[in-house]
């Protein structure tokens, strides 16, 4: 058994896809072992918890919906009329007042740091 993640909770959804081998999953108080190519989603708050049950490696990245983004994205977001309207390309200015909009989540997006 390698790398126990121990039970935790938090208040946000929160989505992992197995790309390799096979992860054990606790949620609440239920024990599921999924393999290669599924995806599992916990809601906020669930108490939920994984490791992978053999000696074979496994990868499974995990994605975080936060709550509140929404707003987040619609205070520095660009409007557009359209649903294929191609994304602007902002210069130093805009980044700069959008920034400054945000507060530093808008470094962490962008950058990941």
Same mark, same amino acid.
């Given at each position: 058994?390698?790398?126990?993640?121990?039970? %935790?909770?938090?208040?946000?959804?929160?989505?992992?896809?197995?790309?390799?081998?096979?992860?054990?999953?606790?949620?609440?108080?239920?024990?599921?072992?999924?393999?290669?190519?599924?995806?599992?989603?916990?809601?906020?708050? *669930?108490?939920?918890?994984?490791?992978?049950?053999?000696?074979?490696?496994?990868?499974?990245?995990?994605?975080? *919906?936060?709550?509140?983004?929404?707003?987040?994205?619609?205070?520095?977001?660009?409007?557009?009329?359209?649903?294929?309207?191609?994304?602007?390309?902002?210069?130093?200015?805009?980044?700069?007042?959008?920034?400054?909009?945000?507060?530093?989540?808008?470094? %962490?997006?962008?950058?990941? %740091?």
């Amino acid at each position: 058994m390698h790398r126990i993640c121990r039970r %935790y909770r938090h208040d946000f959804e929160e989505f992992h896809h197995i790309l390799e081998g096979e992860v054990e999953f606790t949620f609440r108080d239920a024990n599921t072992t999924e393999q290669t190519s599924r995806t599992v989603a916990f809601p906020a708050n *669930a108490p939920h918890a994984f490791k992978n049950p053999s000696k074979a490696p496994a990868r499974m990245p995990g994605m975080c *919906a936060l709550a509140g983004q929404e707003e987040f994205f619609l205070r520095i977001g660009d409007q557009v009329n359209t649903r294929p309207a191609t994304a602007p390309k902002p210069d130093k200015k805009t980044l700069a007042a959008q920034k400054k909009k945000s507060g530093n989540l808008l470094r %962490y997006i962008v950058t990941g %740091y």
